[in-house]
């Protein structure tokens, strides 16, 4: 079977070609497709034969909302959905005063074992689909009724990891007879895969780069983040300067606070000097606790100090709201919570 969401334009009219159907009907069809249609027999102008014909050669695959959390407090929504093969995969909706953004998956589960994460615990499953990261922006569309205007790569997952796939996405949610994003309103974050960072910069200029730096020594880093030890932090800023000089964008660092592990004052020094002036930026993550992991949060207050200090050292710095703060927020725990009650 065909999975419609993973084609590009292109590739759907070589399929109406193969089947002796006028190119034309390849745009018809994506129409319906990026309206969210689901069903063939909704796509009203095209002929009942072909309609019959897409039915059985065709899957659109919508994902299944298996749970979803709604925040009472900020609107942020949080939805376990359902893949076809009967995985699941974490998506987040939050709304901000510039719109409404999704914080997609890239991956069933993680392979890359930061110490902090619950994405991580079980491993990785498997790799997603473009059409699978796309859908998770369509079908939040659908449930929310919310057009999105922003996209950050950031949930359960190492996007760099599954780099032909999540370029792909990126083009399908980019391409403007699809969902015709800009592509600076699309967010990558990386946990630090030296040679995709490279080569990122070199596909998707236009696309933001986040990197999860969450240490800035060898030997706590390492301690966090396994990924550390084959990409050290001399070849991962290097790799970041050079980014940011190629396509003149800045980068931001995320760093997630966690108490009395790398928060003290002297481990902030530490990040000081190693950042400090790089065309870079730093956002202050006060870490949702994640029970299995062990590690504890630090209060607004706290981060708000750490904050100042970094700015004062002349590093644009914020702290990230913590939205959704009343449901499961930290990337994998739905999953992990709806793993244990099933
Ligand atoms: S933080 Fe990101 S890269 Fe690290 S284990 Fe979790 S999902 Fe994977």
């Known amino acids: 079977m065909i999975k419609l969401r993973d084609l590009t334009l292109e590739e759907l009219k070589q399929y109406m070609i193969e089947l002796g159907q006028p190119p034309f009907r390849a745009k018809q069809i994506y129409d319906w497709l990026y309206k969210g249609v689901t069903e063939f027999s909704a796509m009203g102008n095209i002929p009942i034969d072909l309609r019959e014909k897409l039915a059985e ?8 909302v298996l749970r979803e959390q709604k925040s009472n407090v900020d609107g942020t929504r949080k939805f376990l959905f359902g893949l076809p093969d009967g995985n699941a995969v974490e998506s ?51 449930e929310t009724g919310k057009p999105i205007s922003h996209v950050v790569v950031m949930g ?60 800035p020594t060898n030997a706590l880093r390492s ?34 606070l966690i108490h009395g592990v790398n928060d003290t004052v002297e481990v902030i020094g530490q990040l000081i000097q190693l950042i400090r002036g790089m065309l870079c930026h730093v956002n202050l993550i ?18 708000r100090e750490i904050a100042t200090r970094l700015e004062d050292a002349g590093i644009p710095c914020t702290v990230r ?17 709806a793993r244990k009650s099933l």
């Open 92 to 142: 987040v909706y939050m709304e901000y005063k510039y719109g409404a953004s999704v914080c997609v998956s890239s991956q069933a589960g993680c392979r890359m074992g930061c110490a902090f994460c619950a994405s991580g615990i079980d491993g990785l499953v498997r790799n997603l689909t473009a059409g699978e990261m796309l859908s998770q922006v369509l079908d939040i569309q659908r």
């Open 223 to 256: 301690e966090l983040m396994p990924i550390n030890r084959k990409y050290g932090l001399s070849m991962l800023l290097p790799a970041v300067r050079d980014y940011a000089q190629e396509t003149g964008r800045r980068v931001t660092f995320e760093y997630a």
């Open 286 to 303: 006060p870490l949702n606790e994640v029970n299995e992991t062990g590690f504890g949060t630090v209060g607004r207050a706290k981060a």
């Open 156 to 215: 359960t997952g190492e996007p760099f990891d599954n780099y032909e796939q999540l370029v792909k996405f990126i083009r399908l949610l980019h391409a403007p007879e699809g969902y015709g994003m800009s592509m600076r309103n699309i967010t990558v974050s990386t946990c630090g895969l030296v040679p995709c960072i490279r080569r990122f910069g070199k596909d998707l200029p236009q696309v933001n780069l986040a990197i999860s730096l969450h240490a």
């Open 321 to 337: 709201r913590q939205l959704g703060a009343d449901i499961d927020g930290a990337c994998g725990q739905l999953r992990l919570a």
């Open 57 to 64: 050669t065709c899957q659109i695959d919508p994902l299944q």
